[in-house]
């Protein structure tokens, strides 16, 4: 029998880093329990009226966030707040699809098409592995806005 994952990130700011991986899978983030969000409205806006209507500090409000796959398909990430920064390599990391299918130059050219919408939401160039047959079809490796290293596969 197979199990549901979730994925937890630890984050300075979890909201800001779940709007930036939002961005990067088209994910969505869910509304709060029993609140209709309106269309177009931000579901982060709704979680904190949530909270304040529940007597949360303001303080702690943005402690955690989490973003959906809308197909339901991918794994829930959850985004916790810690106190402390990130200070070495992941062991863990994400694998963002970017080029299925594709291969040699034209699978190349779309991941830097990828790499350049994600530096302009946030995410750091560390360098492009070039395709090595049989071994590998080529990646870019990336950080997110708190250095957290993925790639584009």
Aim: proline share 10%; with cysteine.
């Amino acid at each position: 029998m197979s199990r549901e994952v979730q994925v937890t990130v630890d984050a300075r700011d979890p909201g800001a880093l779940s709007r930036f991986w939002r961005e990067v899978l088209g994910y969505v983030h869910p509304g709060p329990p029993g609140v209709e969000v309106p269309e177009g409205a931000d579901p982060l806006d709704a979680w904190d009226g949530f909270l304040a209507r529940l007597g949360v500090p303001q303080d702690q409000r943005n402690t955690r966030s989490a973003i959906e796959d809308p197909d339901g398909h991918g794994p829930r990430l959850f985004f916790q707040q810690v106190p402390e920064g990130k200070v070495v390599k992941n062991r863990l990391h994400l694998d963002v699809r970017a080029a299925p299918g594709l291969t040699g130059d034209e699978r190349m050219a779309a991941l830097e098409a990828e790499c350049d919408r994600l530096v302009v939401l946030g995410a750091t160039r560390v360098r492009r592995d070039d395709p090595a047959p049989p071994m590998t079809a080529g990646h870019i490796v990336m950080t997110d806005p708190e250095g957290n290293e993925f790639c584009l596969d």
